[in-house]
T-cell receptor, first 114, second 114 residues
């Protein structure tokens, strides 16, 4: 079974631009979550999607958005990029059986904002 | 709100040394507890878990016991190897509610020297 796939793995943007990151979950997994990882703040929850609906959202500004498609693939978008958005963005999928907390993570998309 | 506190790092040990990484939590109800590990250049992987008080999770020689009286879930290994060098995250999820939001600690970097 293929793991969680995230694209692109690395990208460089400048302030004010926008970026879209993609995540393909493990086959059969219907829940997709996104996390931001930075050295200072650690892992912070962005949002979670299940069956194309946002089910949970973290404390991030509206510049951060996401969506999930009918095949469970998910994208997240960050508009009007700021220097502080530089981070590793991790996607995780789960079978969503009773809130187990067992997430399967991708390798992440490393975003650098200049 | 829920929170997880990990001991400050980084930690450097010699091969075959004993490892303890402290983790305490604050949460309402009865959370499930996890240790995730992130090897260099990779996403997070579930290392072990415990779902109720006094449960012991174990995997790859690592162990952690769910201590409700001290709200702790310390990670231990009797003899570390160079291949254990990674970042370790303690996490919790509350079993109530229909979401899969894990709350993570800040993580601690473990380096094992030959």
């Amino acid at each position: 079974k293929a793991g969680v796939t995230q694209t692109p793995r690395y990208l460089i943007k400048t302030r004010g631009q926008q970026v879209t990151l993609s995540c393909s979950p493990i086959s059969g997994h219907r829940s997709v979550s996104w996390y931001q990882q930075t050295p200072g703040q650690g892992l912070q929850f962005l949002f979670e999607y299940f069956s194309e609906t946002q089910r949970n959202k973290g404390n991030f500004p509206g510049r951060f958005s996401g969506r999930q498609f009918s095949n469970s693939r998910s994208e997240m978008n960050v508009s009007t990029l700021e220097l502080g958005d530089s981070a590793l963005y991790l996607c995780a999928s789960s079978e969503d059986r009773g809130n187990t907390g067992e997430l399967f993570f991708g390798e992440g998309s490393r975003l650098t904002v200049l | 709100g829920d929170s997880v506190t990990q001991m400050e790092g980084p930690v450097t040990l010699s091969e075959e040394a004993f490892l303890t990484i402290n983790c305490t939590y604050t949460a309402t109800g009865y959370p499930s507890l996890f240790w995730y590990v992130q090897y260099p250049g990779e996403g997070l992987q579930l290392l072990l878990k415990a779902t109720k008080a006094d449960d012991k999770g174990s995997n790859k020689g690592f162990e952690a016991t769910y201590r409700k009286e001290t709200t702790s879930f310390h990670l231990e290994k009797g003899s570390v190897q160079v291949s254990d060098s990674a970042v370790y995250f303690c996490a919790l999820i509350r079993r109530s509610g229909a979401n899969s939001k894990l709350t993570f600690g800040k993580g601690i970097t473990l380096s094992v020297r030959p």
